[in-house]
């Protein structure tokens, strides 16, 4: 949600019409691995090259580039992180450990298999130690 609302405020910004449409089209790219939200405003880009507007062209490609593809890399390990009482930098070390191991399935499960090594490690501490033979 949050790429779709910053990419629709560059829209916005540099004056491509329905900007609050494209925004929503950009949210719902930006789940797609890999490419996200770039399918919406590389072709506006584009479009504003072939127009002739190269300073609005050269705006809205910094601010998709720079803002929009990097915000999703901020925001998700801090919400994660939140929600797992977990630190933001672990969270996001995990997602990229995680999609590098196993694709884009990763993002999601690399913080899980962390978040569940972390739990049972607290909860051995609890148990105490293991008793000798």
């Known amino acids: 949600m949050a790429q779709g609302a910053f990419l629709g405020l560059g829209f916005w910004l540099v004056g491509i019409a329905s900007p609050f449409q494209w925004g929503v089209f950009g949210g719902m790219a930006s789940i797609v691995p890999f490419v996200g939200a770039t399918l919406v405003w590389v072709p506006e880009v584009v479009w504003l090259v072939f127009t002739g507007s190269y300073g609005k062209a050269l705006a809205l490609g910094l601010w998709g580039g720079l803002v929009v593809?990097?915000?999703?890399?901020?925001?998700?390990?801090?919400?994660?992180?939140?929600?797992?009482?977990?630190?933001?930098?672990?969270?996001g070390f995990a997602?990229?450990?995680?999609?590098y191991a196993i694709g884009p399935l990763g993002l999601l499960l690399g913080p899980l298999v962390v978040s569940l090594t972390g739990a049972v490690i607290e909860e051995l501490k609890k148990v105490g130690p293991a008793p000798k033979a």
């Open 95 to 99: 997602m990229l450990g995680g999609a």
């Open 69 to 91: 593809g990097s915000l999703d890399n901020f925001i998700r390990p801090w919400i994660v992180g939140s929600r797992e009482n977990q630190n933001p930098v672990l969270v």
